[in-house]
């Protein structure tokens, strides 16, 4: 039985390329990412070797198989999903000169779009259940000093949160933006 | 055709000319990439990533059909709309090319 390791790391959705190269420093040193739950990453214990890892996001998930399997036909070793990220890793060697699952920039800008336009509808879900939805309670119920409070709270929420994700779709534009993309 | 294709399509990226090509046959993703690199001496290697992305975007823009599946590989073909862009596209290219040699074109 291999040995285990946990490490707690962020990485937020722009990161996406930082994340890759931590898992790849990570098996470097002897730890094989096994999965992870977002901020948690579970390893197990390996040769040192040099790996590539990608993360490719997907909202296309009615045929999982078969795009795992062009993944594979490809040299690439599915490890892991989490939520919309699928987690590839590839041995690298002298012949193979396909390190990347982006040979174009559109590709790449293409994936960064779809992280966007996937993370404005969960700004809207934000928005819609830490504002809207204590709003309108309050304005039915016509309610008490409690129901300001979750008003209050909620806008809290809101805005919080709405923060991180739009200072998180800015970053992806950069990200475009550095690609050559408009 | 679609105006809104045509904006998109024309020109065309080098992998989505290579792509729509090599579906005048049905091909599936990893046979197609195999093809480029044929046809190019190796200059052209098309990524998994980049294959899957553009084959979607062609199958839901109508360019490509998806025919049968072999071995849970999917094998994709051109449409009439596929060749009508391509089309387009190998006139463009014809162009360009006797251009850059110092010939009209007409």
Redesign the interface.
């Known amino acids: 039985m291999n040995k285990k390791h946990t490490e707690i790391q962020t990485f937020y959705i722009s990161e996406f390329e930082q994340e890759q190269a931590w898992l790849e420093h990570m098996h470097k040193n002897g730890w094989r990412f096994l999965h992870t739950t977002g901020f948690k990453y579970y390893f197990e214990e390996c040769p040192k070797e040099e790996y590539i890892y990608q993360l490719d996001f997907n909202m296309d998930g009615r045929s999982e198989e078969e795009y795992i399997r062009l993944y594979e036909d490809f040299g690439w070793e599915f490890i892991y999903r989490f939520r919309k990220w699928y987690y590839f890793r590839k041995k690298k060697t002298a012949e193979d000169t396909d390190l990347s699952i982006f040979s174009d920039r559109d590709s790449k800008i293409e994936m960064c779009r779809k992280i966007i336009s996937h993370h404005i509808k969960l700004l809207l879900a934000v928005l819609l259940i830490f504002f809207i939805l204590p709003a309108i309670i309050g304005y039915i119920t016509r309610g008490p000093g409690f129901l300001k409070g979750m008003l209050i709270s909620g806008s809290i929420g809101a805005v919080i949160g709405s923060t991180v994700i739009l200072n998180q779709l800015s970053r992806l534009r950069r990200l475009i933006k550095s690609n050559g993309g408009d | 055709m679609d105006s809104r294709l045509r904006k998109i399509y024309v020109p065309m990226?080098?992998?989505g000319f290579y792509i729509l090509y090599c579906l005048r046959q049905e091909m599936?993703?990893?046979s197609i990439?195999t093809r480029v690199k044929e046809l190019t001496g190796g200059e052209i290697?098309?990524?998994?990533?980049?294959?899957?992305?553009?084959l979607?975007?062609m199958e839901k823009d109508g360019l490509i059909r998806r025919t049968r599946?072999e071995d849970?590989?999917?094998l994709y073909l051109i449409t009439p709309t596929g060749e009508e862009i391509l089309g387009i596209e190998l006139k463009r290219i014809e162009r360009l090319y006797r251009n850059s040699r110092g010939e009209k074109y007409e």
Not at chain 2, 45 to 50: E, R, Y
């Open positions: 990226t080098e992998t599936h993703g990893y990439s290697s098309i990524s998994a990533g980049t294959m899957y992305g553009t979607s975007k599946e849970k590989r999917k």
